[in-house]
């Protein structure tokens, strides 16, 4: 299993146990190649992922929300 936290701008879109897919981006940036991951359709966003840590799968559930005053955090389980 493996969870990844996700930055969820507007509240509201997400619940827990929802199952939710995500899309792979690739980034050049100055510490090498990573990764980010969207809930599909544009619902929130991962931070960056060093290569060696990128996802084997792209479906996973809702099982925690933490809201704060500008956003809201989503964590997704993986079962890698």
Known sequence: MRSIEFKMERPGLLHVDDKVSVDESKLQTLQGVMYYYTIIPALAMSNNIPAKNRLSIT??????????ESASFVTVDFEE
């Open 59 to 68: 479906d996973g559930v809702v099982t925690n929300i933490r809201e704060t």
